[in-house]
């Protein structure tokens, strides 16, 4: 497969699938990709600046589940393209698909929008029996991936990791380099998850609140009278608190690195070597929280960013971001890399162990996570430690009584719009003032489309979205354990565009449960006319999520600076989770002139409604 | 008197449209802030020149129909005094906003069949939750046919109750209207507890059919239903099937069942 191949500096200190003993047990080592296929996992021994990809559909069985997958070179995960920061890229990818076609976005990389790979955007797609060269030069460094765009062929396994050395010496090479896809398996066509959604929104959700689960819920609540309340007060929103992932793993199986849990990928190490994990989310529905027991992750890179790193036991990585962790294991046994869905209906696992073939304890699931008000974007109650002196409630909000702000989110008619655009400026004003928020230079222009309407593509308003980059997310606030949140996220460089944002614009994101319809503003793509930016403007995108999921947006070709507190050194990401009920900004410097798309990266919110193209001129 | 009564009562589900509709638009108040220029748009309103894709290409089909069917009730109900079959389904083609929709109840009894009323309806999507269906309906079964116009409201109420309220006008300028409901209680997650009604309204009675001027009949049930998977589920009930006030007479003065409470064994089913 690769036709220029190159080796580097350093390369021979890295081993990859070998074990501690000479020659290791797997003898994959170093060998030109057109040998593979190397263990799943295994960064490929060196860059190469050219890569033939053939993109066609095999049979694969996963734990019973037979599916003819659209896939590069016949494996799922595809293979992982290594490429050298500052090379000039070829990829000659190859449609020999029969009667589709087929496409490559390279999501988070910075190229030109022609190379882009979005059909309809970009290019034209690619038909079958042919083949489009993307051509490009790499300006950064770290992990990333990429992924079909056209068809759903993204959720039925045409996805894979893209390793970038970088130019200067990388801060983070450790003896031992691996890539961790996360991703999901199941025989069940998106289109059939998409038609089957449309006519029941819980087809998938067999963890609901029923009369067997009350006397927990009552204990848990503290009675049985706050437990029925909280049910009433859902039911009256005609929503359901147990509303977590719309596809779960009553159809999933999910996957590291292809491999189903019971086949146990293994990554091996010596005691006391540096282990860099590269964790990529390519599943197309599903949150992972990662964990390994036993072991201290040190988060180092966000997105393919470096970062200060991080000490953690724990971090959720939302679909289409990744995370490079460095993990250093002293005791010569099994750890496992335990990564369950948000929901709690199923896990992905792995292995890291000094001899193939080993296990180790997999922990039992945590209790599943459950929205409350906070989701619902009625307030910060029970949040004040994260911010002690602007909580929601010192704030002046005439005409919402206590009632209101617990509940009648949804009662229309007694809803004043008028008031409420006016309060989310008060509420600016206020973060203005909170130092995490800072950039206090106001921006000049902003785009407020106010609070969304309530029609049938949008079931909510948020009445008062909360700040929670400090919130590690739904079901990982109390578990004990330190998890990552965003506000942890601080660059290792400061950002190269100083200058402050010279326009803000405010997207609410929407949708309908109910008649799974997803959005922004309140309505969906087809109803929306494109967000026009100009060619080096600098622009503030607040987000503010009026739904009760998490949606991890992704703007293409160009990065989203999050505004997470750190200043100058705030992180640069391409996928941002928007938490429900939450309010967050990002800075984009308008720099990449062309048609790109913006989007939820959820497959079927992007796919129903939820996406947006992006016009820079 | 009474009449005027049944009217009002027929004439609720469309009065009650416009409030269930909810919708209403976002509206911007014009409030300056600091030395910030509001703009009181959406970055993605609507646009007048549309954008050209490349080939023609929409990046995401997020305006597609579909299509789907469902049998609520495919039921045989057994007493003494006689058994009997129900069906009742709808399926319904089409997008978000605009579907067409074939609904179909009837029951056979001794051989015959009564209560035959089948639908077909345009509907419109209004509010996050409910949809105004209009169309026509016609009585079919081994009774006189009748025909009606069928104006209603379909959707989730509050507290997630499945509700439906037609009013129909008869091609011989008689009103009706009819009103469902029922709610799901989950005792498991697949072992669904649902109680379901249905009541007609008649401003003028029409023995041949066994209507009668006000409240006519009732078909009711409590089923309780096991999803083996979400699109097939078996279950076992309860069902009442009666005709009430002047219906009641009517019936009675033919010497038909006026009311029975049944044993119930069906399969709910979807596709």
């Known amino acids: 497969m690769f036709t220029a191949s190159r080796t580097r500096d350093g390369l021979t200190r890295r081993r990859f699938v070998t074990g501690c003993g000479a020659g290791g047990l797997l003898s994959a080592l170093p060998l030109p990709a057109s040998a593979s296929p190397v263990a799943p996992g295994a960064v490929p021994a060196a860059a190469s600046a050219t890569w033939n990809l053939s993109v066609g559909r095999r049979r694969i069985e996963i734990d019973h589940k037979v599916l003819h997958a659209p896939c590069i070179g016949g494996t799922v995960p595809g293979p992982i393209l290594r490429w050298r920061e500052g090379d000039h890229v070829t990829l000659n990818v190859t449609n020999t698909l029969h009667d589709e ?40 460094s770290g992990t990333y991936w990429y992924h079909s765009h056209s068809g759903m062929q993204e959720a039925q396994g045409l996805y894979g990791a893209i390793v970038i050395d970088p130019r200067r010496p990388d801060p983070n090479a450790c003896a031992r380099d691996y890539v961790i896809v996360l991703s999901e398996w199941t025989d069940v066509s998106p289109m059939d998850m998409i038609s089957n959604l449309k006519m029941q929104d819980d087809y998938y959700v067999f963890r609901q609140r029923t009369l067997a689960s009350l006397p927990r819920e009552a204990r848990a609540a503290g009675g049985l009278g706050a437990a029925l309340k909280d049910r009433l007060q859902w039911s009256r929103m005609r929503m359901a608190a147990t509303d977590i992932s719309d596809v779960t793993g009553i159809i999933y199986t999910y996957l590291l690195n292809g491999h189903a849990p019971d086949m146990n990928w293994c990554g091996l190490f010596c005691p006391g070597e540096r282990v860099r994990l590269r964790f990529v989310n390519a599943a197309s529905m599903t949150f992972f929280d990662i964990r390994i027991p036993g072991l201290d992750m040190l988060v180092v890179q966000a997105d393919g960013n470096d970062v200060e790193p991080v000490p953690v036991d724990e971090f959720r990585i939302g679909v289409a971001e990744t995370y490079d962790v460095i993990v250093q294991p002293r005791d010569s046994r099994a750890y496992t890399i335990f990564a369950q869905s948000e929901d709690r209906t199923g896990h992905a696992r792995g292995t890291l162990a000094p001899q193939a073939g080993m296990t180790g304890p997999v922990p039992p699931m945590d209790p599943r996570p459950v929205r409350t008000m906070i989701d619902m974007g009625m307030g910060d109650m029970g949040m004040d430690d994260m911010k002690p002196e602007h909580g929601m409630k010192d704030m002046d909000m005439p005409g919402m009584s206590e009632k209101d702000t617990h509940m009648d989110g949804m009662d229309m008619s007694g809803m004043n719009h008028g008031d409420m655009g006016h309060m989310d400026i008060d509420h600016m004003d206020h973060m203005d003032h909170m130092d995490h928020y800072a950039p206090s230079t106001p921006v000049m222009e902003v785009d407020d489309p106010g609070p969304p309407p309530i029609n049938v593509e949008n ?76 060619l080096g403007e600098r622009v503030r995108f607040t987000l503010i999520n009026d739904t ?11 990065w989203s600076e999050l505004e997470n507190g750190q200043g100058d050194y705030r992180p640069y990401k391409h996928t941002i989770i928007s938490q429900p009920g939450s309010r967050l900004s990002y800075l984009v410097t308008v720099d990449a002139p062309g048609m790109w798309a913006y989007h939820c990266h959820l497959m079927l919110h992007m796919e129903l409604g939820m996406f947006r193209t992006v016009i820079v001129a | 008197m009474t009449r005027a009564l049944l009217l009002a009562v027929i004439l609720v589900p469309v009065t009650v449209m416009p409030t269930l509709a909810q919708g209403s638009a976002a509206t911007g108040t014009a409030t300056a802030t600091r030395s910030t220029k509001t703009a009181y748009h959406a970055a993605d309103a609507p646009s007048s020149t549309p954008v050209v894709y490349l080939g023609n290409m929409k990046p995401v089909m997020d305006h597609a129909s579909y299509f789907h069917g469902i049998l609520d009730e495919f039921e045989g109900r057994y007493a003494p005094g006689g ?40 509907s419109r999507a209004i509010s996050s939750y409910f949809n105004v269906q209009g169309g026509v309906r016609a009585d079919i079964d081994d009774g006189p046919t009748r025909t009606w116009g069928a104006l209603g409201v379909q959707g989730l109420a509050l507290y997630e109750f499945e509700f439906q309220a037609t009013a129909y006008v008869s091609d011989r300028g008689r009103f009706a209207t009819r009103i469902e409901g029922s709610y799901d209680f989950l005792l498991t997650n697949r072992l669904i507890l649902q109680p379901q009604a249905e009541f007609n309204l008649y401003t003028k009675s029409d023995p041949a059919r066994q209507v009668g001027a006000g409240l006519s009949d009732v078909d009711a049930g409590l ?49």
């Open chain 1, 101 to 140: 076609e087929t496409s490559i976005h390279w999501h988070g990389i910075r190229l030109p929008a022609n190379m882009d790979g979005v059909p309809g955007l970009s290019f034209t797609g690619i038909p079958p029996g042919e083949t489009f060269t993307y051509r490009f030069p790499v300006q950064q």
């Open chain 1, 459 to 534: 079931q909510n308003v948020a009445k008062m979205p909360v700040d929670r980059l400090g919130s590690p997310g739904d079901g990982l606030e109390n578990t004990g354990r330190r998890v990552l949140n965003y506000r942890q996220l601080r660059a290792t460089r400061p950002g190269t565009d100083r200058r402050p944002p010279s326009r803000e614009i405010i997207l609410h994101l929407t949708g309908n449960m109910e008649r799974y319809i997803w959005g922004f503003n309140g309505r969906k793509f087809s109803e929306s006319g494109p967000i026009r930016l100009k």
């Open chain 1, 548 to 558: 009760m999921m998490e949606h991890p947006i992704h703007l293409h070709g160009m």
């Open chain 2, 83 to 122: 058994s009997d079959f129900r069906w009742d389904g709808e399926a319904w083609y089409g997008t978000d906003y605009n579907r067409v929709w074939l609904k179909t109840e009837g029951t056979l009894e001794h051989g015959r069949l009564h209560d035959g009323d089948h639908e077909l309806l345009y």
């Open chain 2, 223 to 271: 089923r309780l239903r096991y999803e083996v998977w979400r699109k097939f589920a078996p279950y076992v009930a309860v069902s009442y099937a009666g005709y009430l006030t002047q219906a009641h007479r009517i019936v009675h003065d033919q010497r038909g069942e006026t009311g029975a409470l049944r044993f119930t064994f069906g399969v709910r089913s979807w596709f």
